[in-house]
């Protein structure tokens, strides 16, 4: 069953995938990615990795996804590029992504399988588990992070306040 | 071919559709979304890995790619309005003079 699921949503991803690629209104490419988070969190639930899976719908969907749906809706989108959706290296880019994505196939299908470790010798992935792991061994990791966000805020608003002074 | 080869392989198929899509598009928000395909196709060869592997260093990663994402969204819409203040288009071959 889980075989099953993972597949699902696997192809579930892909199509999604396609849509934002060729869809020609910005929204519908949006909400298009959003379903294909979706379908990532669900892959990783599948899996096992629950902490992942709420870090995907919490941060990607909830923040990252909504902040860029906003920005849609504030700008007129509609100039050339909605006009004329592809660029003109759209048919050299397919058929080079064709060619990488058949090579890539070919050299990881062909990869040995390795044994699956012992059940129960490794750790678990529920949010509890890596909370305690994570503040136990990354807590310096975070505190950067916390720094680099600040700093990312901070970029942003001397960003938007350099436009508008010319 | 195992659940972990298969999602490596999806993964490295996100990976390519999503680098497609940055060169094929011309409109800057969608080529921002390609970009965010190709990070979560990253995301999903950590998670493999670290599933398969059973540690916690692959999704304490994938903890920090997300900041960075956060980071990158911000700014990279900061520079999408302005650019659309100054030249009125998302279109990139409005910023053709951008490069180099």
């Known amino acids: 069953m889980g075989g099953v699921m993972l597949l699902f949503f696997s192809l579930l991803a892909v199509l999604f995938t396609v849509l934002v690629i060729t869809l020609r209104q910005p929204m519908r490419a949006a909400l298009s990615l959003v379903g294909l988070m979706v379908s990532l969190a669900a892959i990783y639930a599948c899996l096992g990795a629950h902490v992942v899976a ?3 719908v919490l941060i990607y969907v909830g923040a990252v996804m909504v902040f860029m749906v906003y920005t849609i809706m ?93 | ?62 903890f920090f790619i997300y900041v960075a994402a956060s980071c990158e969204i911000a700014l990279a819409m900061a520079i999408v309005v302005l650019l659309l203040r100054h030249r009125c288009s998302l279109d990139l071959a409005a910023h053709q003079d951008l490069k180099g």
């Open chain 1, 54 to 56: 709420i870090f995907q």
């Open chain 1, 74 to 166: 504030l700008l007129d989108d509609r100039d050339t590029s909605y006009r004329q959706v592809f660029s003109r290296l759209a048919l050299p880019a397919a058929a080079v992504a064709s060619l990488v994505a058949a090579a890539l196939w070919l050299l990881l299908g062909s990869l040995p399988s390795v044994p699956v470790p012992a059940e129960g010798g490794g750790v678990s992935f529920t949010f509890s588990a890596f909370s305690v792991a994570f503040m136990r061994h990354y807590w310096f990791h975070f505190e950067l992070a916390t720094v680099l966000l600040l700093v990312g805020i901070i970029a942003a608003w001397a960003a938007i306040k350099e436009g508008s002074n010319g």
């Open chain 2, 1 to 62: 071919m195992d659940k972990y080869q298969f999602l490596t392989v999806l993964s490295a198929l996100l990976f390519t559709m999503g680098l497609a899509g940055v060169v094929v598009r011309r409109n800057l928000l969608v080529v921002m979304m390609c970009l965010e395909i190709m990070l979560n196709a990253v995301v999903l060869s950590f998670v493999t890995f670290a599933v398969r592997s059973q540690t916690l260093a692959g999704v304490a990663m994938t």
